[in-house]
């Protein structure tokens, strides 16, 4: 990959979990791989009262737990001279004019401010960035989701981000977007004559979009409390992967090709409202069981949880797409913690032969699935019937399987080094734009909604289970099975 130019990044939320665990690693990665300048600079900011010393050791312990073996001391030393850390209370104003001095001098530098912070700072750090004046025309600003927790939410943030840094210099960043599996999807869909004309519906029966953690809350239990599986994953990740899924071929890879297609899927969701809330959604909060062999508490027995939560930890529903490619095909969508497995999978079954004219085995329904692991392991696996050796015209599923880890035998780049690398470079293709994000809260708003209107409690489910019996029956009134209870 080529050399960046210079870029100074300010990393706001410094000292926190996303900054250490992924951020810092992924720019030591780049760095590592020579795509970062040594004139680079990245800037810790929190208001923790460190010295840079102290600072760089942290995320030095940080960052040789999460690389493990990829971790190179010397490599790190000389990393080590970009990181910089300066304690700044994100709503004082005095505390950004020290800012600006250090920054003097850099006008002309690729400027890029990331928001590792709760949501509701996004604006007063972005206001006091513009009074210090500080927001130049090179600089950019990643804004980590979740993005408000509903509509008007999400707008107000937007209008204050909006009223400083033009729409071309927001990054609204979904590291799923980032994942090189995402990628091939699209590269499956878009670069390959296979597949986009048996790509809707009366060649389709359904698809099914499954996110699946095997972990609980883990030190997240405060801010989860507030927000849920819904808006922590649903609202952004799984609509995400159900548009690229969903839409349309661009007329081109540019940014805004993409995503105007990807928000026509969004526009085109039918709604879910009142008493359909209560027929296509299924709520799940898990309670304590065992994770690979190992118990796990509840989630009431969580830290920082309440125990009277009512917060959701599993969703799973049904979502139909009101266009002529999709009409009558549904989508159904499940995420939730303490699954039995961490998997992130599409599955794209196919209709069945018109007139079937050979004996159909019994494991036959859906006979022609197209599978898409994104995690743990990224693969393609496409299912088909193939006569059974013998005598007579016995026909068996067997599978066509691609690992792509496998065949490429690379380090697949992590999400948040992309995407990071894709800021620096202004490519916008993999963040959501402003109306995309409107769109995405005017879809579940609703849902949050009718849970709110019906008191709809959480079904409760068995830590190390695949969610509460309810989504079984969400999918089987029409049919079908999840593709891991086939």
């Given at each position: 990959?080529?050399?960046?130019?210079?870029?100074?990044?300010?990393?706001?939320?410094?000292?926190?979990?996303?900054?250490?665990?992924?951020?810092?690693?992924?720019?030591?990665?780049?760095?590592?791989?020579?795509?970062?300048?040594?004139?680079?600079?990245?800037?810790?900011?929190?208001?923790?009262?460190?010295?840079?010393?102290?600072?760089?050791?942290?995320?030095?312990?940080?960052?040789?737990?999460?690389?493990?073996?990829?971790?190179?001391?010397?490599?790190?030393?000389?990393?080590?001279?970009?990181?910089?850390?300066?304690?700044?209370?994100?709503?004082?104003?005095?505390?950004?004019?020290?800012?600006?001095?250090?920054?003097?001098?850099?006008?002309?530098?690729?400027?890029?401010?990331?928001?590792?912070?709760?949501?509701?700072?996004?604006?007063?750090?972005?206001?006091?960035?513009?009074?210090?004046?500080?927001?130049?025309?090179?600089?950019?600003?990643?804004?980590?989701?979740?993005?408000?927790?509903?509509?008007?939410?999400?707008?107000?943030?937007?209008?204050?981000?909006?009223?400083?840094?033009?729409?071309?210099?927001?990054?609204?960043?979904?590291?799923?977007?980032?994942?090189?599996?995402?990628?091939?999807?699209?590269?499956?869909?878009?670069?390959?004559?296979?597949?986009?004309?048996?790509?809707?519906?009366?060649?389709?029966?359904?698809?099914?979009?499954?996110?699946?953690?095997?972990?609980?809350?883990?030190?997240?239990?405060?801010?989860?409390?507030?927000?849920?599986?819904?808006?922590?994953?649903?609202?952004?990740?799984?609509?995400?992967?159900?548009?690229?899924?969903?839409?349309?071929?661009?007329?081109?890879?540019?940014?805004?090709?993409?995503?105007?297609?990807?928000?026509?899927?969004?526009?085109?969701?039918r709604p879910l409202r009142d008493r359909d809330v209560l027929i296509k959604t299924?709520?799940?909060?898990?309670?304590?069981?065992?994770?690979?062999?190992?118990?796990?508490?509840?989630?009431?027995?969580?830290?920082?949880?309440?125990?009277?939560?009512?917060?959701?930890?599993?969703?799973?529903?049904?979502?139909?797409?009101?266009?002529?490619?999709?009409?009558?095909?549904?989508?159904?969508?499940?995420?939730?913690?303490?699954?039995?497995?961490?998997?992130?999978?599409?599955?794209?079954?196919?209709?069945?032969?018109?007139?079937?004219?050979?004996?159909?085995?019994?494991?036959?329904?859906?006979?022609?699935?197209?599978?898409?692991?994104?995690?743990?392991?990224?693969?393609?696996?496409?299912?088909?019937?193939?006569?059974?050796?013998?005598?007579?015209?016995?026909?068996?599923?067997?599978?066509?399987?691609?690992?792509?880890?496998?065949?490429?035998?690379?380090?697949?780049?992590?999400?948040?080094?992309?995407?990071?690398?894709?800021?620096?470079?202004?490519?916008?293709?993999?963040?959501?734009?402003?109306?995309?994000?409107?769109?995405?809260?005017?879809?579940?708003?609703?849902?949050?909604?009718?849970?709110?209107?019906?008191?709809?409690?959480?079904?409760?489910?068995?830590?190390?289970?695949?969610?509460?019996?309810?989504?079984?029956?969400?999918?089987?009134?029409?049919?079908?099975?999840?593709?891991?209870?086939?």
């Amino acid at each position: 990959m080529a050399t960046l130019p210079n870029f100074d990044m300010l990393l706001f939320g410094g000292t926190g979990d996303l900054v250490t665990r992924k951020l810092l690693p992924a720019l030591y990665r780049r760095y590592a791989a020579g795509q970062v300048t040594e004139e680079s600079r990245i800037v810790g900011i929190a208001r923790s009262g460190l010295s840079r010393e102290a600072y760089i050791a942290q995320a030095a312990t940080a960052c040789r737990e999460f690389l493990g073996k990829e971790f190179d001391a010397d490599k790190w030393s000389a990393f080590g001279r970009l990181l910089d850390y300066m304690r700044v209370d994100a709503a004082s104003e005095q505390d950004y004019a020290a800012l600006a001095s250090a920054l003097r001098d850099r006008e002309q530098v690729i400027r890029v401010f990331f928001f590792s912070t709760a949501s509701t700072l996004f604006a007063v750090i972005t206001g006091n960035l513009a009074k210090a004046g500080l927001v130049t025309p090179l600089s950019r600003v990643v804004l980590e989701k979740p993005l408000g927790n509903d509509v008007a939410s999400a707008e107000l943030i937007n209008q204050h981000v909006g009223a400083v840094f033009t729409e071309k210099q927001i990054y609204r960043i979904d590291h799923y977007l980032g994942k090189e599996a995402v990628q091939n999807l699209m590269a499956l869909r878009f670069g390959n004559a296979l597949f986009e004309p048996l790509w809707r519906r009366g060649l389709i029966k359904h698809v099914q979009i499954t996110v699946a953690e095997e972990l609980g809350v883990e030190r997240r239990g405060q801010f989860y409390d507030t927000t849920g599986a819904l808006r922590d994953m649903v609202q952004n990740h799984l609509l995400q992967l159900l548009c690229i899924m969903a839409m349309e071929p661009p007329a081109s890879s540019d940014p805004d090709a993409v995503r105007d297609e990807k928000l026509k899927v969004l526009r085109a969701l039918r709604p879910l409202r009142d008493r359909d809330v209560l027929i296509k959604t299924v709520r799940g909060q898990y309670k304590a069981g065992s994770v690979r062999g190992l118990p796990v508490p509840g989630y009431l027995e969580e830290a920082d949880i309440s125990p009277d939560s009512t917060t959701e930890t599993f969703v799973a529903l049904k979502a139909e797409i009101d266009t002529w490619r999709w009409a009558g095909v549904p989508f159904y969508l499940r995420t939730g913690k303490r699954l039995q497995d961490r998997l992130t999978e599409l599955v794209v079954t196919f209709d069945d032969v018109p007139h079937p004219i050979f004996e159909r085995p019994p494991t036959a329904e859906g006979a022609n699935v197209l599978v898409i692991r994104l995690q743990p392991d990224e693969s393609i696996t496409l299912t088909i019937l193939a006569k059974n050796p013998g005598e007579g015209m016995r026909l068996k599923p067997v599978s066509l399987a691609l690992d792509l880890g496998e065949t490429f035998k690379t380090r697949s780049l992590d999400a948040y080094e992309r995407l990071l690398m894709d800021t620096v470079k202004g490519n916008l293709t993999l963040f959501m734009r402003r109306d995309e994000l409107d769109a995405a809260w005017r879809w579940i708003d609703p849902i949050i909604a009718g849970w709110q209107q019906y008191d709809e409690r959480p079904k409760i489910y068995i830590a190390g289970s695949w969610g509460p019996a309810a989504s079984s029956a969400l999918i089987g009134r029409d049919g079908f099975e999840w593709h891991d209870e086939l």
